[in-house]
């Protein structure tokens, strides 16, 4: 059994987790907590608080109790709009508070575009457009290109959460470019877990999505591969090991 645990804003699309863990179909357990969002607004101001140590340190006993072996803090804008140095800090800070390996979304999508040799990627962002470009900036100062990002204005969490297939697919596309080798949905309160094989089928290449590498994150902190298409190619990388 491999136990793994997530610091998840609010609710929104948690229910990809449980969703996940069928679809790895292995001796692995999911398990999420919540933390208080403050303020539901994709504005930096709010999602630094939204981000701040004390709002995560208050999820974090309970996630030891759990029996985790690896924490990801499953907020992409709540982690990215430090930068990538105050993102280090705060993952460090979070794996220094639960005693064990740490991570958060926005570092997960910059392992899962290595993982699959990504490397130049298009950003389709529920987010307004200043807060998409600092998910840019983030990725680029990682070590990926962004060659496209299309920000969709949504200021809430809640209204994200409420978006069907043909919403996330007409997100993709419009941030699709000959030139991109994957596509990026970074908001995990976007439901995907459900549509990542007919994503990839529709747009003809690979898309990580926020909860989908949030997860893969904590695998691989965890020194676990799992091979499970139908989460997408992020999940049928060599080499596999699966219980």
């Avoid at 993952?91 to 999508?109: D, H």
């Avoid at 204005?153 to 697919?169: F, I, K, N, P, R």
């Avoid at 990580?208 to 990388?237: C, H, I, K, S, Y």
Wanted: net charge negative.
């Amino acid at each position: 059994m491999t136990a793994l645990g997530f610091l998840y804003p609010g609710h929104s699309a948690e229910d990809d987790y449980p969703r996940i863990e069928q679809l790895l179909g292995s001796d692995i357990r999911l398990t999420v907590v919540h933390t208080d969002i403050g303020e539901d607004a994709h504005r930096v101001d709010a999602l630094i608080e939204m981000g701040s140590a004390q709002r995560l340190a208050a999820g974090v006993e309970e996630l030891r109790l759990s029996g985790a072996e690896a924490v990801v803090w499953a907020c992409t804008s709540g982690s990215f709009v430090y930068g990538l140095q105050g993102a280090h800090e705060q993952v460090r800070g979070l794996a220094r508070a639960v005693g064990l390996p740490a991570s958060s979304t926005s570092f997960a999508f910059a392992h899962a575009a290595r993982e699959i040799e990504a490397q130049r990627v298009a950003i389709g962002a529920t987010y307004p457009d200043d807060v998409a470009a600092l998910f840019a900036a983030f990725l680029k100062e990682a070590g990926t290109e962004v060659v496209a990002v299309r920000g969709s204005g949504v200021v809430t969490a809640a209204e994200v959460a409420g978006w069907d297939y043909d919403q996330v697919l007409a997100l993709a596309r419009e941030a699709d470019r000959p030139d991109a080798e994957a596509i990026l949905l970074p908001d995990t309160a976007l439901h995907t877990a459900s549509h990542l094989a007919a994503l990839e089928k529709d747009l003809a290449k690979p898309v990580l999505t926020a909860n989908q590498v949030t997860v893969w994150e904590a695998l691989r902190l965890a020194d676990r591969r799992v091979n499970a298409p139908e989460l997408g190619t992020l999940f049928t990388r060599e080499p596999i090991v699966q219980a």
